[in-house]
């Protein structure tokens, strides 16, 4: 189910050559979460069990891997490379068991800089194989007129050719991003084996099909990077501090300022002179993005700066059809691509009678000091329910006693 060791997120993979230079001695604690209704099954955590222990723990860097690494992504130095050759999964750093509801208890503990590679390759092995063992009539189901598992696999190759169709008509630059919720790995490769061929597709964020097509891995920071420096540096100006100690890093490079961690407000209110100039521009990730957009053009036109000089990156669970609307509201005013995942990856529409799993894995704890992620849409907060109401009360958007 997980091919490669590169088979995970670019921003993994980038975040983590950041914690080995800044922070290699802290710890961290992820917890994965069920938002959805999907339960499991013992046999299911067993399978899991012996995916982590027996096949993940193998996975290493090829010499081809290390040498397309390498050449294709310059802003990775020497030195993290070969760490990454020489880096295997740990299996004793996650846990999993069953609850009394049925649902997933998953923990990962430990060094920061090792742990960090677990969250999107878990998340993959646990789409998949909950679409193998408990949910399965999919493969079934009708498609086409025709019943069928190959049968759908040519429809979905459909679907695809259909919305890169759709994408590249209205000029709509766009990434995949579905490795985290995908029905499976062979799903995940038909849609970018097809969506690569399309005029305004700028790449995907899984580095090993990003190897395989020939094509950019995408992708720069991720909420964890924030969530560890509030707890490592400080919480009031986490944005600021995680954002400095990015450009210290990358020097330039991988330049998206993630916007959302704690709510939007706190972001601008960190996002200075310097970095709004020196960062090339901002991904919205979740509250109302045309919305959005205005507070960004705003926040631009303040510092001098002309918003046509910078780009939105939209990601939050965006459908084709959502992202061309997006563009058709920002044309002429400021850029936009978007970054599309489990719509591409795990289409709820084609999928009708199974949906995907509405499931996050987060990043608990650094150094035993609860972490949080706050959000533009409410509910949607994770971490420490007290860790939740302080940062709530620091950043200004409720009481202490709320």
């Not at 050559?17 to 994965?32: D, H, I």
């Not at 209205?170 to 995908?182: A, D, I, L, V, Y």
Request: aromatic share 10%.
């Amino acid at each position: 189910m997980i091919c490669s060791i590169l088979d995970n997120d670019l921003y993994k993979l980038t975040m983590q050559m950041a914690v080995l230079e800044l922070f290699p001695e802290a710890s961290a604690e992820y917890r994965f979460t069920n938002r959805g209704k999907q339960r499991f099954t013992q046999a299911f955590v067993g399978e899991l069990r012996r995916i982590i222990d027996e096949d993940i723990s193998r996975l290493s860097l090829t010499e081809d891997e290390y040498t397309w690494l390498r050449a294709e992504c310059p802003y990775f130095k020497p030195s993290y490379v070969e760490y990454l050759k020489n880096y295997r999964f740990d299996p004793s750093e996650v846990t999993v068991g069953l609850n009394e509801e049925s649902d997933l208890d998953l923990t990962i503990r430990g060094p920061w800089h090792s742990s960090i590679l677990w969250e999107i390759v878990l998340m993959a092995t646990i789409s998949e194989l909950y679409f193998e063992m408990i949910e399965t009539d999919w493969k079934d189901e009708i498609h086409g007129d025709i019943p069928g598992y190959d049968n759908l696999l040519k429809e979905y190759e459909k679907l695809m050719i259909s919305i890169a169709r759709e994408l590249e008509q209205n000029n709509c630059g766009f990434s995949e991003f579905g490795t985290r919720r995908r029905r499976s790995f062979e799903i995940q490769d038909i849609t970018v084996g097809k969506l690569h061929k399309c005029k305004t597709f700028s790449g995907t964020s899984n580095v090993y099909l990003a190897k395989k097509y020939g094509v950019r891995p995408t992708g720069t920071i991720g909420h964890e990077w924030i969530m560890g420096t509030s707890a490592l540096i400080g919480l009031r100006n986490a944005n600021l501090f995680a954002l400095e100690n990015w450009a210290n890093v990358y020097k330039g490079n991988l330049g998206i300022a993630l916007s959302d961690t704690f709510g939007s407000e706190p972001f601008f209110r960190n996002f200075n002179l310097k970095l709004s100039k020196l960062y090339d521009g901002v991904r919205h990730d979740s509250g109302d993005p045309l919305k959005f957009a205005d507070r960004v053009m705003e926040h631009y036109r303040k510092m001098g700066i002309d918003p046509m000089t910078k780009v939105v990156i939209f990601s939050d669970s965006l459908s084709a059809a959502d992202a061309i609307e997006i563009k058709e509201q920002c044309e002429g005013r400021i850029n936009c691509i978007f970054g599309i995942g489990t719509s591409l990856t795990n289409n709820h529409e084609f999928f009708r009678s199974s949906p995907p799993l509405n499931m996050v894995i987060k990043l608990h704890s650094i150094d035993e000091i609860p972490v949080v992620k706050l959000s533009d849409d409410e509910g949607k907060e994770t971490g420490d329910s007290d860790a939740i109401r302080v940062a709530n009360y620091i950043f200004g958007r409720k009481g202490l006693d709320e």
